[in-house]
């Protein structure tokens, strides 16, 4: 197996945690990232991890030239590709932008790799793709029915990655949260966090006065929505499981990562006030619209395909994102 990948957003949330478990499984990453959605402070705080020098190109997929002349510097085996914008509710208000941003420099990173014989992509796909589910667990053969351009960015990169020479893994995020064990390195969204655990965690840091629950009136045990968390280092670990995939065989793959179960959003406040021991002040609010009442996944294929199974638990998910928060209050360093 070739050693050496090409990491599209790697200085962002879930591209930083996949780049340390790469580094300690004996790949050497090169990271393009164009700093939209991530600071440069990371890259130091990677190097602490990994003991490692990682390579950084600050350059835009859709500079055509700029691609051509990092693939020409950077000879790679493979790509994780996970640049990309993607807040649901900016996509709906700025779809061209996406549209350009997210398919657009798909398109000349593909072109890219065909051009210097590279034949190998992971992709950071979205369980977003299913819309409302039809019926739980969510299965990969389940309908796509995204409701956001967001989610139909995602849909248009599938089908791009299905129609191209390439032997490609889709991998399908249901829920990412959580934080490296080390408290170095974890999710710091740029303004109001449009996702719940960074939410709770701002405030039971205090930078945020209260949670606000969108809706207890749903169909779940306690009336709040219930989604399927997993821990971002559980995630990393499946962008190995699909590398190692590829490596093995000709054939391209299309899959969900979730641990399979969902929790509602009070389960999470609990837990995150058990791993803070601090409070989480919430008050009941709206539905919004959009929202279901669960959402989580299937998660055998990953098993029988990627021998992957996600490990960790809510507790300790919680655990290692206050330890990212209480150590990192404002997030990294500009």
Known sequence: MGRRVLVTGGLGYIGSHTCVALCAAGWQPTIVDNLSNAKLSVLSRLSELTGKAIDLYQADLRDAEEMKKIFEKQPCDAVIHFAGLKAVGESVAKPQLYYDNNVGGTRVLLDAM????????????????????????????????????????????????????????????????????????????????????????????????????????????????????????????????????????????????????????????????????????????????????????DASLAARKLGWRAHAGLDEMCADAWRWQSGNPRGYPD
């Open 114 to 297: 065909a051009r210097h014989g590279v034949r190998r992509i992971v992709f950071s796909s979205s369980a977003t793709v299913y819309g409302t589910p039809e019926r739980l667990p969510i299965p990969e053969d389940h309908r796509l029915r995204p409701e956001s351009p967001y989610g139909e960015n995602k849909a248009e990169i599938e089908r791009l990655l299905a129609a191209s020479a390439l032997q490609t893994a889709a991998l399908r995020y249901f829920n990412p949260i959580g934080a490296h064990a080390s408290g170095r390195i974890g999710e710091d969204p740029r303004g109001i966090p449009n996702n719940l655990l960074p939410y709770v965690a701002q405030v039971a840091v205090g930078q945020r006065p209260n949670l606000v629950v969108h809706g207890n009136d749903y169909a779940t045990p306690d009336g709040t929505g219930v989604r399927d968390y997993i821990h971002v280092m559980d995630l990393a670990q499946g962008h190995l499981a699909a590398l190692a995939f590829l490596a093995g065989g000709s054939e391209s793959i299309t899959v969900n990562l979730g641990t399979g179960r969902g929790y509602s959003v009070l389960e999470v406040v609990q837990a995150f006030e058990r791993a803070s021991g601090r409070p989480v002040p919430y008050e009941i609010g709206p539905r919004r619209p959009g929202d279901v009442a669960s959402c989580y996944a």
